[in-house]
């Protein structure tokens, strides 16, 4: 059945099993790594959220969202939140990727959890 399958894709099958084979705990080890950055960078959103109800005094986060866009995040508030984070990295719980811990990527992050009052 492999062998089958492997005749189906072609040659470049066979390339690409065999560099994996040939790296595999070098792939898996990135793989695990990005993983892991990814899921303190979840729980980093999740801290985020936490500390701006705190400092809004507010539970609802789309009017925390709001006030942001129209006040905006002064710098102390915003070095506060960076120094409370380990690693200063966000993500989105909808994506893959990081983000920086800034005003403008927090209030991405929050505009894509948040689009609207429920």
Do not use: C
Not at 61 to 73: F, H, K, N, P, V
Request: net charge positive; charged share 25%.
């Amino acid at each position: 059945m492999t062998q089958m399958f492997i005749s189906f894709l072609g040659e470049y099958a066979g390339i690409v099993i065999n560099f994996y084979r040939d790296n595999q705990s070098w792939l898996n080890l990135i793989v695990l790594a990005y993983g892991i950055l990814l899921a303190l960078a979840h729980r980093n959103v999740i801290r985020l959220e936490l500390q701006l109800k705190d400092e809004y005094k507010q539970n609802d986060m789309y009017q925390i969202r709001l006030l942001i866009e129209s006040d905006g995040i002064e710098i102390s508030g915003l070095e506060r939140l960076k120094k409370n984070l380990r690693i200063p990295i966000l993500a989105s719980p909808y994506h893959f990727f990081f983000y920086r811990v800034s005003a403008k990527s927090i209030l991405r992050i929050l505009r894509k959890k948040y689009p609207r009052s429920k």
